[in-house]
């Protein structure tokens, strides 16, 4: 049973991404050498502070959780991330109290690492937002625990894990996701992403990502990971001015530039991370060709053209789409990575378009001829360099 929380970026966490720490603080955005550029304002009500009053949520007692894990046995835990492990435990579906294993709720405990990289900020944030924002696409916080020292989150387990695992990492565990999924998935991340632009106050994500798309057993998407998401502007205000946070390769050039974060911020990591699933290739990969390593740049070029198309669709999808249906999602994809952020398209566009996508009948055999003209040039081209790297079962 697989469960993935994201880092946050100051630096890539080893959980999340399967390298070494050293290699993932060279792969993070740092606050300390970015943020130079953008006008910091004060934290909104729900990333700073205290628990609102008005979070739907439980206060689990610490000695409740210890039982509920069987101590954070070792053997419980589900990974490692930035804010500190998670581990795998029961309790019942009624009063919320300890289980035995394998009887009532599964839960994921997050458990606040004090050495970590994401400190109170972080943990308040992810309870006052998704404490008070309720949708099918959004994971679900069941409660938290703040007793002395101890920082827990309790969480809703996710049978399939993240989105990231099932795209990069190889392994009889993880097959090959297939296009309809791939498209559901993408579906369902970009109401998430809708909803939480269209909430009475917006929120913006910040840091939308494929090892923060977690999936259920049915292969859902839920948006996890609300440490970084800050309320949009209000009022006649086009922007928000903060700290430049996020992740290396996902983050919007001009949020990068000036620090200003605005809903279209989101819809460029969309974009990235539908480019990532049409290719089955990583945003950043310094292992692939030169030329090749920013897979965004790269693919750009290729994404309206029928002709040139399925040299980056990823190989394992052969013969499940049309031609018709490729040219679509690329097109897509390449709106959102739009280097002007006014005329990227909103997240209800992009749930409208990729739900006519899914709409659409063209033979997907009409296309075998095209994809098999290009079947050896995408083998050789893998043969050329390793397969992305693995991460971690449980991320």
Known sequence: MGVCWSNRIKAESPYHTGSNSKNAMSDGISPSNLSSKSA?????????GEILESSNLHNFPFNELKVATRNFRPDSVLGEGGFGSVFKGWIDENSLT????????????????QEGFQGHRE???????????????LVKLIGYCLEDDHRLLVYECMPKGSME??????????QPLSWSIRMKVALGAAKGLAFLHNAETKVIYRDFKTSNILLDSEFNAKLSDFGLARDGPTGDKSHVSTR???TFGYAAPEYLSTGHLTTKSDVFSFG???LEMLTGKRAIDKNRPSGEHNLVEWAKPYLTNKRRILRVMDIRLEGQYSLSQAL?????ALQCLCMEPKIRPTMDDVV???EQLQGLKDSVKGSQKDRHSNRHAKATEWAGYPRPSASPLYT
């Open 165 to 174: 695992n099932h795209l990069f990492r190889r392994g009889s565990y993880f």
């Open 352 to 354: 409208k378009a990729l």
């Open 98 to 113: 300890a289980a035995k294993p394998g009887i009532g709720l599964v839960i994921a405990v997050k458990k606040h690492n």
């Open 328 to 332: 679509g999602a690329g097109n897509l």
């Open 272 to 274: 990235v991370v539908l």
């Open 123 to 137: 943990w308040l944030a992810e309870i006052n937002y998704l404490g008070q924002l309720q949708h099918p696409n």
């Open 40 to 48: 910091t304002v004060p934290p909104t009500p729900r990333s700073e």
């Open 244 to 246: 430049v946070m996020g």
